[in-house]
């Protein structure tokens, strides 16, 4: 069965570092989205993307985040100057037609 | 967005059916309802997506009356590994791919 991949599953960094966090979707899909679930929390929407551009962000996703899909099959969440409310399980999905959302097992950051 | 309200939590024992409801008095026209599955530490997984009336798969049923302004899903027969916090989304699929609101979810805990 396909599967969304993220890497790293856990990443340690110090509050002020750039992050980049990043998700290969399924193959076919054409659309893909950044969610991030704070411990104990909701999962939050933060951006959505199609056709190489951003469909739509939250209010979360303010000047230090940005998205690319540099090649053909990565798609990434670059997070420029990590604050200590950073700290988050970061989802990444990815969607065809049919509007399922496949979710992968997601990437923890720590913010020190 | 639709907004929806579901209860936080709810307790079962093994073998009994589970039925979650889900309140969304704004539902839009264009709508569909999407219930995932999200296990701890991991990212939400999909269950199943209905318009209206019903629609069952090998792992649920969703009942959608006619006026749409709640659903219900029932899971027959759960088990320990149903354990699970559960969401209820509400959102127009059709090609424009809109971003999912995540609510609180239900939480089941299931016991022998």
């Given at each position: 069965e396909p599967e969304v991949t993220q890497t790293p599953s856990h990443q340690v960094t110090q509050m002020g570092q750039e992050v980049i966090l990043r998700c290969v979707p399924i193959?076919?899909?054409l659309y893909f989205y950044w969610y991030r679930q704070i411990l104990g929390q909701k999962v939050e929407f933060l951006v959505s993307f199609y056709n190489n551009e951003i469909s739509e962000k939250s209010e979360?996703?303010?000047?230090q985040f940005s998205v690319e899909r540099p090649d053909g099959s990565n798609f990434t969440l670059k997070i420029r100057s990590t604050k200590l409310e950073d700290s988050a399980m970061y989802f990444c999905a990815s969607s065809g037609d049919a509007g399922e959302l496949f979710f992968g097992e997601g990437s923890r950051l720590t913010v020190l | 967005l639709a907004k929806t309200t579901q209860p936080i939590s709810m307790d079962s024992y093994e073998g009994q059916e589970v039925n979650i409801t889900c309140s969304?008095?704004?539902?839009?026209?264009?709508d569909y309802i999407t219930w995932y599955q999200q296990f701890p530490s991991q990212g939400p997984r999909f269950i199943i997506q209905g318009y209206k009336t019903k629609v069952t798969n090998e792992v649920a049923s969703l009942f959608i009356p006619a006026d749409r302004k709640s659903s219900t899903l029932s899971l027959p027969?759960?088990?320990?590994?149903?354990?699970a916090v559960y969401y209820c989304l509400v959102g127009d699929?059709?090609?424009?791919?809109g971003n999912l609101i995540f609510g609180k979810g239900t939480k089941l805990s299931v016991k022998p």
């Open positions: 193959s076919n899909h979360i996703f303010d000047d | 969304h008095n704004n539902i839009a026209t264009n027969r759960v088990s320990l590994s149903d354990t699929y059709g090609g424009s791919q």
